[in-house]
């Protein structure tokens, strides 16, 4: 396989989902409801997808000077705008739309992300030097302006030449050619309109300013009815078959759709054993198991009696 794009599977279109989901609970200051939206997107599936993808960006290239491509030329002979200016990355946002042009993924400018992370800090991590924690689905529809043609090989900072791009178009796409990816130019495609309006409505709903000091955040951050939340009491559910991985319960599907649940304040897990079953306990309020539209009553831990279904 040449090709660095891959296809998004389900899960990756199951998390974008979320994150429109959570967006507009949030604007109907449903802010449970956005808060556990925010944590369902961040799906470990999802970041295992993008991420594996991320690292090692050449190994998808095999061959290297693919006949009349483009070639690298003198830093001299370069535009010196390598960053592209703020009046051209309106105008290719304008005809582009929130829209990846080489695989069509809804993308969200890092401002949003930057809100969402302000609104929901612990449903929305975001570490810029820990891509292990980033939240899934903020990354993969991160929205980046790609150089088609590389700027190392003369691809100039303008309007003709860069396009919307999601994170891994871009970031995947590295400083190859079209050519030695063996990928379209997405030039030759007209932009597909689309309504998805890059969460733009969260502008403006976020706190006034995003803090980045701890101890002035603490104080300044505008209160939302989350951080007035009594402590909820925990309860343990035992998923069967459920695992741990990379710091998340993963439960198979229920329903034909699978679960999680990131470890750490509120949710425990251990892994056990019921009645010849392996599975997990995961314990955490009630409200948890139920916003992911799994019946609580049914997987309540019932060490001493059969197991839930
Ligand atoms: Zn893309």
Known sequence: MRRFIKEPISEVHEAIRALVDAADAHLERDFDTAAAKFEEANCPITWEWLNNAWTGVSKNVVFWNP???SECVPKSQRDPDRAIKSSVKKAVLERDGYRCRY???????ADIRKIAHGLYPSAVPWNSR?????HAAFQVCWLQYDHVKPHSHGGMSSLENVVISCALCNFGKDRFT????????????EPVPSDFDGLERLRGSGPPKIRT????????RPKTPLAHKPRKTSESFFFPRAYVSAGYVNVPPV??????????????????ERNGVQGCIVRCPREMIDR???DANEY???????PGP
């Open 67 to 69: 006949e009349s491509d």
């Open 300 to 306: 309540l831990d019932r060490p001493a009696s059969k």
């Open 213 to 220: 000091s701890p101890l002035s955040e603490e104080n300044t």
């Open 103 to 109: 695989c069509g993924l809804p993308v969200v400018h």
């Open 178 to 189: 079209l050519k030695q990816l063996d990928i379209e130019d997405p030039r030759l495609r």
């Open 255 to 272: 329903a034909g759709k699978a679960r999680w649940f990131k470890i750490g304040s509120p949710v425990e897990a251990e892994i056990v």
């Open 130 to 134: 820990k891509p292990a924690e980033q």
């Open 292 to 294: 992911r539209g799994i």
